[in-house]
């Protein structure tokens, strides 16, 4: 008896020494370790892109995931798909038409804890003036004050009218595109 309680005692000690979650919002995004890319089919072969500029913000406390906020600007016109041609077609106002519309954006309204590390964020996307919410599965990995949000979704061009015209049909470029993000950030001190 006198070994159970002894074994008690130590665990309550230890459970009191053991650190315990400090609320630290990640808010200062690193933006050169960030990135923003995606993946499509053209004529049934994969295909990979990024963008080369974007902006974002973010203020998020892992112990208070529910207080959450994110946004993040897109510069269109900086997309890199691996051709010069490609990226002034993409540009053009059949596809993003960055003359008139130059930024898509996406605005959370939502996080949700899923479990163990994973959320999913719930906000409003924006592209070429048209709008739709979603709901973006996410990763947040802390080490120290520097974490890192990383996730994916798929987005179907039809919805935002990303090509127009002959481009309409999806015989040669799929409908999904599959945009993938990595944004490292530190905490606040």
């Not at 979650?21 to 499509?40: H, K, M």
């Not at 596809?95 to 719930?122: D, H, I, L, M, Q």
């Not at 979603?134 to 947040?140: G, K, L, N, S, Y």
């Amino acid at each position: 008896m006198k070994n159970i309680a002894q074994t008690l005692a130590l665990g309550w000690t230890l459970a009191a020494a053991a650190p315990l979650p400090y609320a630290a919002e990640f808010n200062q995004v690193q933006s050169q370790q960030s990135s923003i890319g995606f993946s499509y089919q053209q004529m049934g072969v994969s295909m990979d892109g990024r963008f080369r500029k974007f902006s974002s913000r973010i203020a998020f406390d892992p112990v208070q995931p529910a207080k959450a906020q994110a946004a993040f600007d897109i510069d269109l016109a900086s997309i890199d798909t691996g051709a010069a041609e490609s990226d002034e077609e993409v540009a053009g106002k059949s596809w993003f038409n960055t003359a008139g519309f130059p930024k898509a954006n996406f605005v959370s309204s939502a996080v949700k804890p899923v479990g163990g590390n994973r959320y999913e964020v719930s906000g409003r996307l924006t592209i070429k003036g048209r709008s739709k919410d979603i709901v973006v599965p996410a990763t947040f990995t802390q080490q120290g004050n520097n974490g890192v949000f990383a996730g994916g979704f798929t987005v179907r061009r039809a919805d935002f009218a990303i090509g127009e015209g002959a481009w309409a049909k999806f015989d040669i470029v799929a409908n999904d595109v599959q945009v993938k993000f990595r944004i490292a950030a530190t905490a606040a001190k």
